[in-house]
């Protein structure tokens, strides 16, 4: 059974940074495309950024293109999300999600899902 736990979230105040890690151990998914989504209190949870794990190519979500920046450490198979001038509609739960079955946009289309890390962005 494959396990995915981020960390690295925690409060920050707007326009500061924060660095969001996952750790895949457990199972034998596919680490093809991994992502990161958010869920803030009340809403649904949506696409933040995702990577193509072979080509490290990127996809990031409007509302944090050119704040956000993810990437991958193959040999320690992990993810990366670093976030840079953060604001306080960044607060939410964030979670790690792979093993890829569908379009990368779309929570449905993975099958692991780590437990979220809380960021709150204070203004």
């Known amino acids: 059974q494959v396990q995915l736990v981020e960390s690295g979230g925690g409060l920050v105040q707007a326009g500061g940074s924060l660095t969001l890690t996952c750790a895949a151990s457990?199972?034998?998914?596919?680490?093809?495309?991994m992502g990161w989504f958010r869920q803030a209190p009340g809403k649904e949870r949506e696409f933040v950024a995702a990577i193509i794990w072979s080509t490290v190519t990127t996809y990031y979500a409007d509302s944090v293109k050119g704040r956000f920046t993810i990437s991958r450490d193959n040999a320690e198979k992990t993810m990366y999300l670093q976030m840079n001038s953060l604001k306080p509609e960044d607060t939410a739960v964030y979670y790690c999600?792979?093993?890829?079955?569908?379009?990368?946009?779309?929570?449905?289309?993975?099958?692991?899902w780590g437990q979220g890390t809380q960021v709150t962005v204070s203004s």
């Open positions: 457990g199972g034998t998914f596919s680490r093809y495309t």
């Open positions: 999600a792979a093993d890829l079955t569908g379009t990368l946009y779309y929570t449905s289309s993975y099958r692991s």
